[in-house]
């Protein structure tokens, strides 16, 4: 197999944009084979169901198509497709719960105590125990438990390492407000997942 | 360091946020308080699974519905 060049595999994402915006469908469709796992994964941890995060997933990749012309390139690609993502999937979290207003202002104190109510040790290697679509279910269940603001939180600063300033941004929250969602998110589905990885 | 404050810094711990004499309060908690140290094993275990990327992935036919349906935009033009 002929090793392609270097400058073929990683091509600056600008530059595909540059490209993609000049009409080359070729350019957008390497984005999208670029970031659609990590939008997936996304859609599956802020919706926390399958079918909404493939409708995420399509409804993100056909609007940034649309909008391309529109991207001022003043943040990455990703940032922006991820912006649209996030908003995609609590708008689907929204219209599924249409009774119950779903937004990033969870009435929740930045300041109270947590009970923690689940101490116990881990097996070792919980995910050596289960098959991967078990497993899969097992933490989709979890995260579904959480509220959106905070499963969305926990996604962006956990998951996609983002900082708490860039969440804080993207999600028009403060600094103190996306910090004690973290600390209540993993410390909620630490305690969900305890009760099927518990010892004996 | 009780553990009622020892849960509220394991989350500053984790994203290396304390400043060392804390951490080291903190440290010195976990090595004698199994609770505590159950909780922080299993909080930086519940991260790690998250953000393994085999867990999520993107099955093939999503993939080629989402590349479709693309297609298909392009060309009705958009």
Redesign the interface.
């Known amino acids: 197999m002929t090793e392609q060049p270097q400058a073929t595999l990683s091509r600056d994402e600008g530059q595909l944009v540059s490209e993609a915006k000049a009409g080359n469908y070729a350019a957008f469709e390497e984005l999208v084979n670029r970031y659609e796992k990590k939008i997936y994964r996304l859609g599956m941890n802020i919706t926390g169901n399958r079918e909404d995060a493939e409708d995420v997933l399509q409804d993100a990749f056909l609007k940034a198509f649309e909008h391309l012309p529109d991207f001022r390139e003043d943040s990455r690609f990703y940032t922006w497709i991820t912006r649209i993502a996030v908003n995609e999937a609590l708008m689907k979290l929204r219209k599924r719960r249409s009774s119950r207003e779903v937004t990033m202002e969870d009435s929740e104190d930045e300041n109270g105590d947590v009970q923690v109510r689940e101490f116990a040790d881990w097996k070792p290697n919980p995910e050596q125990q289960f098959a991967q679509s078990e497993l899969e279910q097992i933490l989709q269940t979890a995260v579904g438990s959480l509220s959106p603001g905070f499963r969305t939180v926990f996604y962006l600063r956990d998951v996609e390492g983002l900082s708490t300033e860039e969440t804080a941004e993207m999600l028009n929250l403060s600094v103190g407000a996306v910090k004690a969602r973290l600390f209540r998110a993993r410390l909620r589905l630490r305690e969900e997942l305890s009760k099927t990885f518990k010892r004996g | 360091m009780n553990c ?1 404050k020892a ?2 810094e394991i ?1 500053r711990y ?1 994203d290396g946020e304390l400043d060392e004499g804390l951490k080291t309060t903190l440290e010195t908690h976990l090595t004698y308080c ?3 140290s ?2 922080y ?3 930086r ?3 790690q ?10 099955p093939d036919e ?2 080629t ?3 479709d ?2 297609k298909r ?2 060309q009705r033009g ?1």
């Open positions: 009622n849960i509220k989350c984790l199994n609770h505590c159950a909780v094993d299993s909080t275990k519940t991260i699974l998250y953000c393994d990327g085999k867990v999520f992935s993107l999503v993939h519905r989402l590349h349906a693309l935009k392009l958009v």
